[in-house]
C-alpha cells in the first residue's frame, strides 16, 4: 500500500471508528441517484445513469441468431462492459481487463438469475434435430463515462433501464411491428464493502479503494435473494453478511422507485 493510501485508510478508518463516512452518509446510504433514458437513438433501448459522480451508459442492441444448445426454445442475452481511460486514469485502452470482465459478469448474473428478461417469448424458431433454430440476441454494452465508486450497481441500474426501453426491432428483419422487450420485475443490485471493520453501502472510490472486501446482493421486489457476488480478498462475519442482504433488501425498495418512475412505470 502506498503512502497515500495508507494515510487515507487511516483518516476513513478513524472516521469510520466514530459512525462517520467523509462526505458525510450513514453507512448505509446511496449517493444522489439520477436516471436518464433514450440518450442513444441508434440502439433499441439504452440509459444514462448517475450514482454520486459516476455516470453509466448502457446500450441495448438485439439481433437474430441461433439459441443455445440447451435452450433451443429460448433468446439468448450477452453482456460486455469497456473501462475507457477518458473514465478513470486506473483505466487501459486495449482488451477487456479483468475489472471488466467482472462488472459484466456481476451485471449479467444479476439479470440473469433474477430471470427479467422473458426469453422464451424471444423464440422465432426452435431448434429441433433438422433445424438450428431462430431467437432474438439481447446485447447489453456498458460504457463507463466516470469512475467515483460503485460500478457495479450503477451499470445494473443503467442495464434495468435501458432493458425497459428497449423494443424488440421486429420491423426491421420483416417479423411484423416492433414491441416491448418482454420484461418480469426488475432484481435491483446493492453493493457494499467492508474496511477496518465497518461495513459501508455504495462505496466512494476513496473507499473502495481501501476495502478488505466487497459484498453485491441483488434482490427483487418480495426481497428474495437473486444473486450475490463477493469480491477481493477479505473476509465477511455471518453477522456482516445477514446486515448487508438486510440493507440490500431496503435500499433495493428505493432503488426500485427510482427506476420506476425513470420509466414511468
Not at 422473458?118 to 460504457?143: M, Q, S, T
Not at 426481497?223 to 453478511?241: D, V
Amino acid at each position: 500500500m502506498t503512502v497515500i493510501a495508507s494515510l487515507k485508510r487511516d483518516y476513513l478508518s478513524r472516521l469510520a471508528e466514530q459512525g462517520k463516512r467523509a462526505d458525510g452518509r450513514r453507512f448505509d446510504e446511496y449517493r444522489k441517484i439520477e436516471i436518464e433514458t433514450g440518450v442513444v437513438s441508434r440502439a433499441e433501448g439504452s440509459a444514462k445513469v448517475k450514482i454520486g459522480n459516476t455516470q453509466v451508459i448502457v446500450g441495448i442492441k438485439m439481433d437474430i441468431g441461433e439459441p443455445y444448445p440447451d435452450s433451443p426454445n429460448c433468446g439468448v442475452m450477452t453482456t460486455a462492459a469497456e473501462l475507457i481511460p477518458m473514465a478513470s486514469p486506473d483505466f487501459e485502452a486495449g482488451p477487456p481487463q479483468e475489472d471488466a470482465i467482472e462488472l459484466a459478469r456481476v451485471v449479467d448474473r444479476g439479470i440473469r438469475e433474477s430471470e427479467i428478461i422473458e426469453f422464451e417469448k424471444l423464440c422465432i424458431e426452435p431448434a429441433d434435430k433438422e433445424n438450428k433454430g431462430k431467437v432474438w440476441i439481447v446485447f447489453i454494452d456498458i460504457h463507463i463515462l466516470d469512475y467515483d465508486g460503485n460500478l457495479f450497481d450503477t451499470a445494473s441500474l443503467a442495464a434495468l433501464a435501458a432493458l425497459f426501453t428497449a423494443n424488440v426491432p421486429a420491423k426491421r428483419f420483416e417479423l411484423g411491428e416492433d414491441y416491448p422487450l418482454p420484461l418480469r420485475d426488475p432484481p435491483i443490485s446493492c453493493t457494499a464493502v467492508k474496511f477496518n471493520r465497518a461495513v459501508v453501502f455504495d462505496p466512494s472510490l476513496d473507499e473502495e479503494e481501501i476495502a478488505e472486501a466487497r459484498l453485491t446482493v441483488a434482490t427483487d421486489k418480495n426481497g428474495h435473494i437473486r444473486a450475490m457476488q463477493k469480491g477481493l480478498n477479505g473476509s465477511f462475519t455471518k453477522e456482516e453478511i445477514k446486515k448487508v442482504i438486510k440493507a440490500s433488501i431496503d435500499n433495493g425498495k428505493e432503488l426500485r422507485n427510482i427506476l420506476y418512475k425513470s420509466i414511468g412505470k
